[in-house]
């Protein structure tokens, strides 16, 4: 079977450029919408997944699902400084972190209010989270009412400044200083003295508790402690484990949405791309004629058109993709729906985007451009030629 030149199917295309383009612009709509959506879930697994260290265990009340909902009494906590594999530092003390984590409503710039994770903690807590590092100021001191904020809330939240008070919890606090976490959760957290916290917002117990691995296998181990005693009705993960847990409600709430509105706008672009190419064999009967009577077979026309669906849809890919990569550098924040906290993250492009969002373009083009393409391949050259 001989093919009809590419170059015939792609001159079609640019005769009709302004067709071309409008039908092209829709899909580009399309997929900027299907490929935005693709990086917002890739921006929270990204976030969420780099605020844990593979080397460190968070310890939770069985059952809990979130930090906020859990609660781990001092007796229980006692007892995880005495399981195995628990880590220590060079003079001699474990590296556990006892931490108090709570909500709070503080007001932002544009004036609403929003929901900021506290997390009261020990020093050992801060060391054991090394991709954080102070931009401006100091750590908090123990016992003091002092707190260090996420560079996220600082930029979004009202006198979240250095030198600055906040009041919560009944009392005053002093922004000691900002912390940038490396786009990880941490930044859209307020970090202060476990005690304190646990003193303000009335908790009698601990949220979490968080300890360094002696080596990467001890894991099994300090889990089949716990397990043994049936005081500890607590989960052991790894940190990486746990936060990538905590993204998945949220990554597929929102790609569950992206998509709907991704389909229901693809009807529309299929639609719009049909049309353009029924019209475009309309005003080429006799062409169409003029190929079959020069020896092109049926299947070679019915390629032929569909090859001009497939550069309508494969223009509007590439426009729409493109556009979607500037989001990169944007910062945006939603609520996470597992602590109904702030959270802030990154719209992140990656080659899976780029595959499946051009793979989507090229579906709608082959969709949209099928049934004209074969209403072209089906006419017989008498007919052409009658009408042309």
């Known amino acids: 079977m001989?093919?009809?030149?590419?170059?015939?199917?792609?001159?079609?295309?640019?005769?009709?450029?302004?067709?071309?383009?409008?039908?092209?612009?829709?899909?580009?709509?399309?997929?900027?919408?299907?490929?935005?959506?693709?990086?917002?879930?890739?921006?929270?697994?990204?976030?969420?997944?780099?605020?844990?260290?593979?080397?460190?265990?968070?310890?939770?009340?069985?059952?809990?699902?979130t930090e906020i909902n859990s609660n781990i009494t001092r007796d229980q906590a006692?007892?995880?400084?005495?399981?195995?594999?628990?880590?220590?530092?060079?003079?001699?003390?474990?590296?556990?972190?006892?931490?108090?984590?709570?909500?709070?409503?503080?007001?932002?710039?544009?004036?609403?209010?929003?929901?900021?994770?506290?997390?009261?903690?020990?020093?050992?807590?801060?060391?054991?989270?090394?991709?954080?590092?102070?931009?401006?100021?100091?750590?908090?001191?123990?016992?003091?009412?002092?707190?260090?904020?996420?560079?996220?809330?600082?930029?979004?939240?009202?006198?979240?400044?250095?030198?600055?008070?906040?009041?919560?919890?009944?009392?005053?606090?002093?922004?000691?200083?900002?912390?940038?976490?490396?786009?990880?959760?941490?930044?859209s957290e307020v970090w202060l003295d476990a005690h304190q916290a646990m003193q303000a917002f009335r908790r009698p117990a601990y949220s979490t508790i968080l300890f360094r691995l002696s080596h990467s296998d001890a894991l099994d181990a300090a889990r089949q402690a716990v397990d043994a005693d049936p005081r500890l009705q607590l989960d052991v993960k790894r940190e990486t484990q746990f936060y990538a847990e905590q993204s998945e409600s949220m990554s597929s709430f929102i790609k569950l949405l992206g998509m709907s509105l991704s389909v229901i706008f693809s009807i529309g672009a299929i639609v719009g791309a049909m049309i353009t190419m029924f019209a475009a064999v309309a005003s080429r009967i006799g062409e169409i004629g003029t190929l079959r009577a020069l020896g092109f077979r049926r299947e070679a026309v019915l390629i032929a058109f569909l090859g001009e669906s497939l550069g309508l849809s494969l223009v509007g890919g590439l426009i729409g993709l493109g556009a979607a990569s500037l989001l990169q550098s944007v910062d945006v924040s939603t609520v996470n729906y597992a602590t109904f906290s702030e959270m802030a993250f990154r719209f992140r492009f990656t080659a899976s985007v780029a595959a499946q969002a051009m793979a989507f373009a090229l579906f709608m083009g082959v969709v949209g451009g099928f049934i004209p393409a074969w209403r072209a391949a089906r006419l017989s050259i008498i007919e052409c030629l009658r009408q042309a």
């Open 78 to 187: 006692n007892a995880i400084d005495t399981l195995p594999g628990v880590a220590t530092d060079n003079q001699g003390r474990k590296l556990v972190s006892r931490e108090a984590v709570a909500l709070n409503n503080l007001p932002k710039r544009d004036g609403s209010t929003a929901n900021v994770i506290m997390r009261g903690m020990s020093e050992f807590g801060i060391s054991m989270r090394p991709q954080v590092k102070l931009i401006e100021g100091r750590m908090f001191r123990p016992g003091t009412s002092e707190i260090v904020a996420g560079k996220a809330i600082a930029k979004g939240f009202a006198n979240v400044e250095v030198g600055h008070t906040l009041h919560f919890a009944g009392r005053d606090w002093t922004v000691v200083g900002i912390m940038d976490a490396d786009r990880s959760a941490f930044d």
């Open 2 to 65: 001989r093919a009809i030149p590419l170059s015939y199917v792609m001159r079609n295309l640019w005769v009709r450029r302004v067709t071309t383009a409008l039908t092209a612009g829709g899909m580009a709509l399309v997929v900027f919408v299907f490929a935005t959506v693709l990086m917002m879930s890739e921006g929270i697994s990204e976030t969420m997944v780099a605020t844990g260290q593979p080397d460190n265990v968070v310890v939770m009340r069985k059952g809990a699902g």
